[in-house]
């Protein structure tokens, strides 16, 4: 109980002097960063645009980041909806004479994922689902082939999909960069947000469940 109350102290006596101190405006502390964690990468997380994103593309965008190293990160964005188009014409390449008319005639939601790969057609879907082609993340599972799409109109797909054209990506240290200027702030990925039926919900829900990231150089700075 006493290490409790000594953590708490110290935490509320560190916040008190942050706020007193008069540090760089680069360094000063975002409101919500005792909401947030340190994390060494933003993969299995949503990142949320703010306002000081100027890239006209992606503007109150959510993007469900899948892949983020030293040399790169790579996401999807889930909330630009595109309109609906057929199986038949995502898979217009498939010369296969056995699949049912009825099938390549099923219309699903399309989504812009972004603005690199736009023949790259992915279905981000719920964990109940799985073929040989299944990439599971944490909270996510990637599917990118056409049994997929086949399996969904069959209504043997998972329970929850999108449907995305194209995907997200940013070059060594460039998000890092983005993120510093705070053009984004990571979100925990929900299902709720993730396959909220009103797209422009999506990115409210998203920005009321995130929090500033503090890269490693700016909180040791700061300590």
């Known amino acids: 109980m006493r290490k409790f109350l000594l953590i708490l102290i ?13 540090l760089p405006k680069y360094y000063q502390f975002p409101e919500n960063y005792l909401k947030g964690k340190y994390h060494e990468t933003t993969k299995n997380f949503f990142i949320v645009a ?51 008319k ?17 023949n790259k057609i992915l279905i981000i879907h719920s964990k109940d689902y799985e073929n040989k082609n299944t ?13 997929a799409l086949l399996d969904i109109a069959k209504k043997k797909g998972p329970i929850k999909s999108l449907v ?3 995907v997200s990506a940013w070059t060594e240290g460039q998000l890092e960069g983005e993120i510093d200027k705070g053009h984004w702030n990571l979100s925990e990925i929900t ?31 700061l300590l």
């Open 191 to 221: 299902q709720d947000i993730l396959f909220q039926e009103k797209n422009e919900k999506k990115h409210i829900m998203a920005t009321d469940n995130s929090f500033v990231r503090l890269w490693k150089n700016t909180y040791l700075y």
């Open 164 to 166: 995305v054209i194209g």
């Open 102 to 118: 009825d099938l390549l005639n099923y219309k699903v939601p399309i989504y812009w994922g972004g603005p690199l790969d736009n």
């Open 135 to 147: 990439k599971s993340y944490d909270k996510v599972s990637i599917s990118n082939d056409y049994k």
């Open 10 to 22: 110290l935490t509320i006596n560190f916040n008190n002097i942050a706020k007193s101190i008069d």
């Open 50 to 100: 703010t306002k000081k994103l100027k890239d006209t593309r992606f503007k109150n965008t959510v993007v469900v980041m899948l892949d983020h190293d030293e040399e790169g990160a790579l996401g999807v964005v889930i909330n630009k909806p595109l309109g609906f188009a057929t199986i038949g014409s995502l898979i217009k390449s498939l010369n296969d004479d056995t699949i049912k």
